[in-house]
């Protein structure tokens, strides 16, 4: 596996789908101060 962060083009797509598939997102997202999180994507090398 290859981790790497999402491109800024990437992330509100993977974004939308990492908020419906975690609940508690939008709660930590809230709780970081207005930081953006970063989303690690994998991929196979």
């Known amino acids: 596996m290859r981790a790497r ?11 939308r789908e990492f908020v419906t598939m975690t609940a508690d997102y939008e709660f930590y997202r809230r709780q970081a101060g207005g930081r ?10």
């Open 36 to 45: 953006t999180i970063p989303l690690v994507v994998l991929e196979p090398r």
């Open 5 to 15: 962060v999402a491109t800024v083009a990437e992330y509100p797509a993977l974004r």
